[in-house]
C-alpha cells in the first residue's frame, strides 16, 4: 500500500513547486525540534494525527450527521465520526458527543445558541483572573447578542470564594454558568458549582480546553462526574490529537447541540480532522497516555518549586493542573512582553499574559503563562524541570544580557537533541508515518 502523505515524494513535489514555504515548513521543524515549547496551549500531535490531517478525508464533504447526510459516498466517514462520538462518550462519561466544530471558540458559542436566548445572562470567569475570551469578554461578538456577569478569584492564592460566587449568580440569575478558563493554575470546586447551578436553576458548563487531556487520562476531576449538563474541549492542547473543538453533554441537550452545531454554525464539517480525533480518542485510552497525563502533573510541580525557590512570584503561588503564571513586575521588575522576547532568545517559547486586575495593557502584561506537556510529551521529566527552571531564572534576572542568551540558547539546544520531537524523525526534513 502507497501513502504520500507528507512523504519525501510529497515533499519534493512542495519544494519544487513552492520552495518559500518549503523553506518555512523546514524551519519551523526546527525551531520545534531546538527548542522547548511552554505555550500550555501547545502540544506535539500523536504521529498518526499528522497522517490523517494529509489523508483523501481532506476531500470529501460531508455535511449532516452520520446517517443523515446531504451528499454521497459517505460510508467511510460515517465510520470514522461514529467511532469519534462513541470513544468521546466513553473517555469523558457523557451521554452525547458532537466532534464537528471547527475551533474551540465555535465550539463554545454552539452551546450558548443551541442552549439560550439572545441576552440571557452568561455567568463565567474574568479574563484577568485567568477566563477565556469565548467566555463573554466585552471586545467579542457573544457579548453583543448574551449578558456576561463574571466572577473572580481571591488573591494571593487565587481561590474562587463560592459564597460571592453565589451571591452574583443569586442577584444576576444566570441561565448558564462556566467553570473553564485560560491561565488559571488551579482546580475548580465543581462540587460546589454544581450547587449553585442547582440553587439558581442555572444550566452548568465547563469548558476543559486545557484540561481535556488531563481528564482523559485520569489526572484530573471530570465535570461530567459532577452532573454538569456540558462540557467542551479543544482537541489540541493536552489532548494531543488534531486543532479543533468537541461538546460532550448529557443526552437530553444532545439535539439542541447538534442542531446548533450544524446548520446553525457552520456547513460541512472536515472529515480529516475528525478521523484524526477518533485516533487520538484510541490513543487517549492506553497505559502509555495514562502515565504521560500523570508526569504532565509532577513535572508543573516540580518546576513551580524550583523557580519559587528561585524568587519567582507564582500566581496562586504554585499549580494544581499543568500551567504556571509568574508576575515578572513584581518578581523582576520587567513586564511580560520583555520576558517573552528575552526567554526566546535563549530557546524558551512561552507567552507574555495577564495577572488578576493587571494594571499593564495586555500586549505589555505583567505575566508571563507557561506549561509542561509539550516538554514532557517528549520525554522530559523532573531533572529537566530543575535544569528549564535554572534557565529561565536566569534569563530574567538578566533579560538583556545578550551573551548570556546565546549561552543559554545552546543549554537548551543541548537539552533538545537528548528528548526528540514526537513524529519528527531527527536529522531528516520529514515527518514521521504512523507506521514508524
Do not use: W
Not at 444576576?172 to 473553564?180: A, D, F, N, Q, V
Not at 480532522?273 to 504532565?296: E, G
Amino acid at each position: 500500500m502507497t501513502n504520500f502523505t507528507y512523504s519525501a515524494a510529497a515533499l519534493d513535489r512542495l519544494q519544487k513547486s513552492d520552495a518559500e514555504i518549503f523553506d518555512a515548513l523546514m524551519h519551523e521543524e526546527t525551531r520545534q525540534s531546538e527548542g522547548i515549547e511552554l505555550i500550555p496551549s501547545e502540544n506535539y500531535c500523536f504521529p498518526e494525527v499528522y497522517a490523517l490531517l494529509g489523508s483523501v478525508f481532506n476531500n470529501k464533504y460531508s455535511e449532516g450527521y452520520p446517517g443523515r447526510r446531504y451528499y454521497g459516498g459517505q460510508e467511510n466517514t460515517d465510520t470514522i465520526e461514529n467511532l469519534a462520538r462513541d470513544r468521546a462518550k466513553a473517555v469523558f462519561r457523557a451521554g452525547h458527543a458532537n466532534v464537528q466544530p471547527l475551533s474551540g471558540c465555535a465550539m463554545n458559542e454552539a452551546v450558548y445558541f443551541g442552549l439560550l436566548q439572545p441576552g440571557d445572562v452568561i455567568l463565567g470567569m474574568d479574563l484577568s483572573h485567568g477566563g477565556h475570551l469565548s467566555h463573554g469578554h466585552p471586545v467579542t461578538n457573544m457579548a453583543k447578542i448574551f449578558k456576561y456577569v463574571r466572577y473572580k478569584t481571591e488573591q494571593p492564592d487565587g481561590h474562587i470564594d463560592l459564597d460571592k460566587v453565589r451571591a452574583v449568580a443569586m442577584e444576576t440569575k444566570p441561565k448558564l454558568i462556566i467553570c473553564g478558563h485560560s491561565s488559571y493554575p488551579r482546580e475548580y470546586d465543581y462540587a460546589g458549582f454544581r450547587k449553585i447551578a442547582d440553587e439558581c436553576g442555572a444550566l452548568l458548563m465547563a469548558d476543559v480546553s486545557h484540561l481535556g487531556g488531563l481528564i482523559a487520562g485520569g489526572a484530573l476531576k471530570n465535570p461530567m462526574d459532577f452532573g454538569f449538563d456540558v462540557m467542551t474541549t479543544t482537541t489540541h492542547k493536552s489532548l494531543r490529537g488534531p486543532r479543533g473543538g468537541m461538546i460532550l453533554c448529557k443526552k437530553e441537550h444532545g439535539a439542541k447541540i447538534d442542531k446548533s452545531v450544524f446548520p446553525g454554525m457552520q456547513g460541512g464539517p472536515h472529515m480529516h480532522q475528525i478521523a484524526a480525533i477518533a485516533t487520538t480518542l484510541k490513543l487517549v485510552q492506553s497505559q502509555d497516555y495514562k502515565n504521560y497525563a500523570k508526569q504532565v502533573l509532577a513535572n508543573a510541580q516540580s518546576l513551580a518549586k524550583a523557580l519559587l525557590a528561585g524568587g519567582a512570584h507564582l500566581v496562586t503561588g504554585g499549580t494544581e493542573n499543568h500551567l504556571l503564571v509568574i508576575n515578572t513586575a513584581t518578581g523582576f521588575g520587567i513586564t511580560g512582553d520583555v520576558a517573552e522576547k528575552a526567554l526566546d532568545a535563549a530557546g524558551i517559547t512561552l507567552n507574555k499574559n495577564v495577572i488578576p486586575d493587571d494594571p499593564n495593557p495586555p500586549m505589555k502584561p505583567s505575566g508571563i503563562r507557561f506549561g509542561t506537556p509539550a516538554a514532557t510529551a517528549r520525554g522530559m521529566g523532573e531533572a529537566e524541570m530543575q535544569q528549564l527552571a535554572s534557565i529561565m531564572l536566569r534569563v530574567l534576572r538578566a533579560p538583556e544580557d545578550t551573551a548570556l542568551l546565546a549561552k543559554l540558547r545552546e543549554e537548551t539546544r543541548a537539552m533538545c537533541k537528548r528528548f526528540p520531537v514526537p513524529g519528527i524523525i531527527p536529522g531528516t526534513p520529514q515527518t514521521q508515518s504512523a507506521a514508524a
